[in-house]
């Protein structure tokens, strides 16, 4: 069977693992897309959920998200609930999982200029769009027990490198909630009104 083309669509692969940091700097620059979306390679969020991203991108700039039971170990779990924590402090709002796969206007972050090449990147980009007034929602997604692969998140270098590429960025911008540009709001979930 062919493969299924559509004009909206553009996927890109890499030869191999070159990092979530480095995958999530590039997303932006090859897009020629209204939206985009980011998956991880390792088969825990299935292709489908950016459906559900989409179907809640009414009225929003950017969808987060959110992996209500996840299938990752205890440590990766409250190492998650840690930097999720973390960025909640620095956005100056509750952020549910700030490393979550997203659904994002293309128009809203072409212009954000991200430096991190860790895996806080992903919550760069997001305190960005805060600070730059995005709408912003969070809507539960399906997680699965990890398919292909070994976690790399919680090793010594991957922590580190995260954690001083956070304290660089605050040093750098300050937290988001004390300089954004208009006052984001955090769109509720749809259904929860």
């Given at each position: 069977m062919p493969p299924v083309r559509h004009?909206?669509?553009?996927v890109r692969f890499?030869?191999?693992?070159?990092?979530f940091g480095t995958t999530f700097g590039e997303l932006y620059s090859y897009s020629v897309c209204a939206y985009n979306a980011i998956l991880p390679g390792d088969g825990q969020v299935a292709p489908s959920q950016v459906a559900v991203l989409a179907d809640a991108m009414d009225g929003a700039d950017l969808v987060l998200g959110l992996r209500r039971l996840r299938r990752d170990s205890l440590h990766r779990r409250v190492n998650s609930a840690l930097f999720n924590f973390?960025?909640?402090?620095?956005?100056g709002r509750r952020v549910g999982d700030a490393n979550s796969i997203s659904l994002a206007r293309t128009d809203l972050v072409r212009g954000l200029r991200l430096t991190s090449r860790s895996a806080f990147i992903h919550a760069e980009f997001l305190l960005e769009c805060y600070r730059a007034g995005a709408r912003v929602r969070?809507?539960?997604i399906e997680h699965r027990a990890r398919q292909h692969g070994v976690s790399a998140g919680a090793r010594p270098a991957v922590v580190g490198s995260t954690v001083l590429d956070m304290g660089a960025y605050l040093l750098r911008r300050g937290?988001?909630?004390r300089r954004a540009r208009t006052a984001p709001r955090q769109e509720p979930e749809p259904g929860s009104r």
């Open positions: 004009d909206w669509l553009e890499h030869d191999r693992n070159r990092g973390a960025v909640s402090a620095a956005a969070e809507v539960a937290p988001a909630w």
